[in-house]
């Protein structure tokens, strides 16, 4: 008896601490990560990726205090509190961006029909979006491009916001989504004012299913079809979630994790040099004779909210002044702002390699960090954009009588804004003739945009330059004899 009632204990057990199953379709589980997403530090990160960018930096909350001698602290409200921002890691993410993006990248395949294809969706509409799309995942460590098709069935690229997205990802490398949690707010009317009300939507490889949040609950509000034909039949992307993700580096980290705190830097010694440059009695050393007063600890008080002290009659106040030194400051900010410069792998525009006739070694130099940086996000952008065409060949095999095949892939060449010597350039290609094609020649000439079309403006000025054969000057045939006959 004790032992079936043994057996029924375990297998009660084993019913009650079964694993739940991580599906799109367990409320239990997507409520779970709903909630904790709200409150993860990956998102904290990413939001702060994107104030900072802003100029939104932790110094414009500072406030300024002094303890008393019960130990509580005061806020001094009438003492100078600048809050200075001087925005370098807005200005590390631009040259960024800038760097590999500045030069808009070439789209191809080696299949001229495929070509023409493909021309009118990665347009300069894409060029744009492509942009915004790196420099969210710089703020963030990862950005997510939804991908759809408009009222005017045609493909369309739609950019989260990257602090909205929770990805559950099917391996450990982060390579195949299983599916994502969009969690978002919107502000409604309602009732005769407005309303911030938070939704979630669930993005699997069938459907998108939106919820609207409430408390730690989820409410069911609807279901709908990625795609859906004339008749009403509904189909989806090859059982694949349509959300393609452009990683920053393969750990998704947010550039702000490396330097915030050098930023952070940056903004205080600016403010406190502001600071000491105004009022701050600290600066200087007060002798004071016959003081009218309790104690030193409500001299200091009156002295840090008052900027006065009270004396007797027979008293005064000498002061020993202490004066600030700027270049202390300088040569901080100095520092900081080469560590943070070095820690974002950026370059510095204003390095001394560049005075009097900089040569290509010393650009390439100055440049290396950033390149070595942009050569990750381009092993990174590049598998993305591998993914993302695969919707685009089937978004076309749709529409089109175009059928895909194993050798149309579509290659991107991110075509750097790396600054150059010209001038050195030009003679290394003037010296390079005979060795090299002159297609190749074409291509690393620093005037030329398009290779092809000049080299066939080449082609078409040597055939107007060629001397004419003196048989061009006359008419040589039948007719021309028949009509001197006549």
Request: contains cysteine; negative net charge; charged residues 30%.
């Amino acid at each position: 008896m004790f032992n079936w009632l043994k057996r029924g204990v375990n297998k009660l057990n084993d019913l009650i601490n079964k694993p739940e199953e991580k599906t799109s379709e367990n409320m239990t589980y997507l409520e779970y990560l709903v909630n904790n997403f709200k409150t993860s530090k990956e998102r904290e990160n990413q939001i702060i990726g994107e104030e900072y960018y802003k100029g939104n930096h932790d110094i414009l909350n500072r406030k300024k205090y002094m303890i008393l001698k019960d130990g509580t602290k005061k806020e001094l409200l009438n003492t100078p509190n600048n809050k200075r921002v001087d925005n370098q890691y807005a200005i590390a993410v631009d040259k960024k961006k800038n760097y590999m993006l500045g030069k808009a990248p070439t789209i191809k395949s080696d299949n001229e029909k495929f070509d023409n294809l493909i021309e009118p969706i990665f347009n300069h509409r894409f060029m744009k979006s492509l942009k915004n799309i790196l420099k969210s995942s710089l703020n963030c460590g990862i950005a997510y491009v939804y991908i759809y098709i408009d009222s005017n069935s045609q493909i369309k690229f739609k950019l989260f916001k990257s602090y909205e997205i929770y990805p559950v990802w099917k391996d450990e490398e982060h390579n195949e989504l299983n599916f994502v949690i969009r969690l978002y707010a919107i502000p409604e009317f309602i009732a005769g004012k407005e309303v911030i009300n938070e939704y979630a939507e669930v993005y699997d490889k069938d459907k998108v299913t939106r919820y609207k949040v409430n408390g730690k609950s989820l409410l069911k509000l609807e279901e709908l079809n990625y795609l859906v034909d004339s008749e009403g039949k509904a189909y989806n992307w090859n059982d694949r979630v349509p959300i393609v993700a452009f990683k920053y580096n393969d750990d998704e980290i947010p550039l702000i994790n490396k330097i915030k705190s050098l930023q952070d830097a940056i903004n205080e010694i600016l403010s406190d040099y502001n600071n000491n440059m105004q009022q701050d009695a600290r600066n200087t050393i007060l002798v004071i004779t016959n003081y009218d007063g309790a104690n030193l600890e409500d001299f200091r008080e009156n002295l840090a909210t008052a900027g006065a002290v009270k004396v007797q009659s027979d008293g005064g106040v000498d002061t020993l002044s202490i004066e600030v030194n700027s270049d202390n400051y300088k040569s901080i900010l100095d520092i900081l702002k080469k560590a943070l410069i070095e820690n974002a792998k950026s370059f510095d525009a204003k390095d001394e390699r560049l005075g009097g006739n900089p040569n290509q070694m010393n650009i390439q130099s100055m440049y290396s960090d950033i390149d070595l940086d942009s050569n990750d996000i381009e092993a990174e952008f590049k598998a993305s954009f591998e993914q993302m065409t695969d919707f685009v060949k089937m978004f076309l095999e749709a529409t089109t009588d175009y059928t895909a095949t194993d050798k149309d892939k579509i290659d991107i060449i991110f075509n750097k804004d790396v600054l150059i010597n010209e001038s050195q350039v030009i003679t290394d290609i003037q010296a390079s003739t005979g060795l090299l094609s002159t297609r190749t020649l074409l291509e690393n000439h620093p005037y030329i945009d398009d290779p092809a079309e000049e080299e066939k403006r080449l082609k078409q000025e040597q055939e107007n330059n060629k001397p004419k054969k003196i048989e061009d000057n006359f008419s040589i045939g039948g007719d021309n004899n028949a009509e001197e006959e006549n």
